[in-house]
């Protein structure tokens, strides 16, 4: 099964480290979420993985091999770094049809990406009368042109209107079902909860988690609980008995931060107070990757050794 391989990667632009020994793997079957605050090193990676530039040390390797000793590369790799790098002036077909020729792919395989990108019906169009989001479509096109097993897209959801980021969310996870390794960089962190398995977070150039959605999630949040009693200072009293502080919310319900429903519900009936709602807030991906960032950039050194961890 293909995979990206990415051992302790280092590069370094006069004398500044734009990555440090940076370690993991893009598996196959699932789609890898790529964080990391502007200039954390993201679109540096995937430029080592694609060959586009040299690393300082250490090794990006696609199927154990560099992008640079692949036999014909562009069917093991798509990748989409710079929607805004097409010819103008050509039209979308014959840009397609001059990247295939060059890959040595069938003719036949650029209308299927056309029809798979929803991009069919303007492909006699120039691309400079592209909007942004039919030129991401068009990026996105001539990363599938190959067929291959592994996937780099950097910000794919960029300039899509809503229907547009439904689509490419459910094209990403398609990739991956079918056992294809995608690796995508995003900024957008509802959007990658929605299609990311895995996450890949980069800071400063160095490697910041590198574990599972949910457990990255877990692991940086901690649970709430909201509910609604007709006696609150009851409620409030028990619960400070067992070590919660419950905030009185504007709307007449509370919040109950580091408690689960399992420890309110037992307690609340227990005392006999009733309540009229009781509901587990779900953590957000966006909450716990501002948890990450906040503490490194404060700290400089990365937390729990449960969220750097090798799935
Ligand atoms: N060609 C280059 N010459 C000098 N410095 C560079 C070059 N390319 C990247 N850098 C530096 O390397 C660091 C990492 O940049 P990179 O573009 O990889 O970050 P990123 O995570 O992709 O950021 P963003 O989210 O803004 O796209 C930055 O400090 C950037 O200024």
Redesign the pocket.
């Known amino acids: 099964m293909t995979s990206i391989e990415i051992r302790d990667l280092t590069k370094e ?2 004398g ?1 480290r ?1 990555l440090d020994a940076v370690t993991f793997t893009v598996r196959p079957g699932r789609v890898t979420g790529f964080l ?10 995937m430029r080592l993985v694609l060959g586009l530039d040299r690393p300082t040390s250490g090794t990006a390797t696609i199927d154990g091999q560099p992008y640079a000793a692949l036999d014909e590369p562009v069917r093991h790799v798509g990748a989409l770094l710079d929607a805004g790098a097409a010819h103008g002036a050509r039209t979308a077909r014959d840009h397609l049809r001059a990247l295939a020729a060059a890959g040595r792919i069938p003719r036949g395989r650029v209308d299927e990406v056309l029809e798979t990108t929803g991009i069919a019906s303007v492909a006699g169009r120039r691309i400079r009368t592209f909007s942004l989001g039919m030129r991401q479509r068009l990026g996105i096109a001539a990363a599938l042109l190959g067929d291959p097993r592994v996937l780099l897209l950097d910000e794919p959801s960029n300039g899509l209107d809503p229907q547009g980021i439904i689509w490419i969310r459910e094209l990403m996870r398609d990739l991956a079902r079918e056992g294809r390794a995608v690796l995508v ?1 995003s ?1 957008l962190m509802g959007e990658t909860a929605a299609f990311a398995d895995h996450l890949v977070v ?1 800071g400063r ?1 160095r490697l910041l988690a590198d574990t599972g959605m949910r457990e990255f999630v877990d692991g940086w949040t901690t649970p709430r609980v909201r509910l609604r009693t007709t006696e609150g200072d009851r409620l409030r009293a028990a619960l400070a008995g067992a070590g919660f502080t419950p905030v009185a919310e504007e709307d007449g319900r509370w919040s109950v931060d580091g408690a689960r429903v399992e420890d309110v519900g037992p307690l609340a009936a227990r005392e006999g107070i009733p309540l009229l709602e009781l509901a587990a807030e779900e953590p957000s991906l966006e909450e716990a990757y501002l948890a990450l960032t906040a503490e490194e950039t404060e700290y400089t050194t990365a937390r729990p050794a449960a969220a750097v961890q090798e799935a």
């Open positions: 632009y006069g500044r734009a990391g605050p502007n200039g954390a090193g993201k679109s540096t990676t960089s900024h980069l150039g």
